[in-house]
């Protein structure tokens, strides 16, 4: 679901820097061959993805849901010259998918695959991160932020993406069965609650919760 008029998101996507050729043959090729592709990034939201990275140019980045690597590349533009990208993807039918544009890239070097569950491989990462996207299962989302907030370096940012489910999120009495939406709605209530934090939900698409480590 949108939540800004899609004139409006074409006139802002006009008027913000293009997204690179190796982005738009990503998209267009996602769109074309994997299931789900509304749930690839696109050029506004990656644009702001990487403007926000190149603003605090992370060492270290953490991704939660590869997807077919939009959001990654993004997000890579703003690195230092060693740092390095981690993103994790369960399904791994995606992975040579994604491979295969992080080999065309600037950042293919940089950019570490992690192929499995994300519960398993955070605990194993000995890094501290100075940036951090979550856009993978929408139930463990407060899950992965109590993994996550003690690995945060101060003054990093956790981005998390679609807290607003469409929508669904501002409804009360969910079945017990909508683990989606009753995972972010949490997700939401935790990150306001956490002292440690100072955040910002701007409703870009589907949402995005913007989380900066004080």
Same mark, same amino acid.
């Given at each position: ?153 101060? %003054? ?6 679609? &807290?607003?489910?469409?929508? /669904? #999120?501002?409804?009360?009495? =969910? !079945?017990?069965? *909508?683990?989606?939406?009753? %995972? ?6 935790? &990150?306001?609650?956490?002292? /440690? #934090?100072?955040?910002?939900? =701007? !409703?870009?698409? *589907? ?8």
């Amino acid at each position: 679901m949108e939540f800004i008029d899609e004139n409006i998101m074409q006139y802002a996507e006009r008027h913000s820097q293009e997204e690179s050729k190796l982005l738009k043959e990503l998209h267009k090729e996602t769109h074309q061959k994997v299931l789900q592709s509304r749930m690839i990034s696109g050029h506004l939201q990656g644009r702001l993805l990487s403007f926000l990275s190149q603003l605090i140019q992370p060492k270290i980045i953490l991704e939660l849901g590869t997807y077919t690597g939009y959001a990654t590349l993004c997000l890579a533009e703003g690195l230092v010259e060693k740092g390095e990208i981690h993103t994790i993807e369960i399904n791994e039918e995606l992975i040579d998918f994604c491979k295969k544009y992080f080999d065309k890239s600037a950042y293919k070097n940089q950019i570490i695959c992690h192929q499995g569950d994300a519960k398993k491989i955070i605990p194993k990462l000995d890094l501290g991160f100075d940036l951090v996207f979550i856009d993978a299962d929408k139930a463990n989302y407060s899950f992965y932020f109590d993994l996550i907030l003690p690995k945060l370096n101060p %003054g990093g940012l956790l981005i998390a993406d679609n &807290v607003l489910w469409s929508g /669904k #999120v501002l409804h009360d009495n =969910l !079945p017990k069965k *909508d683990a989606e939406t009753l %995972g972010l709605k949490n997700f939401n209530e935790k &990150v306001m609650a956490e002292k /440690k #934090v100072k955040t910002l939900l =701007l !409703p870009i698409r *589907d949402g995005l919760m913007i989380c900066r480590k004080t």
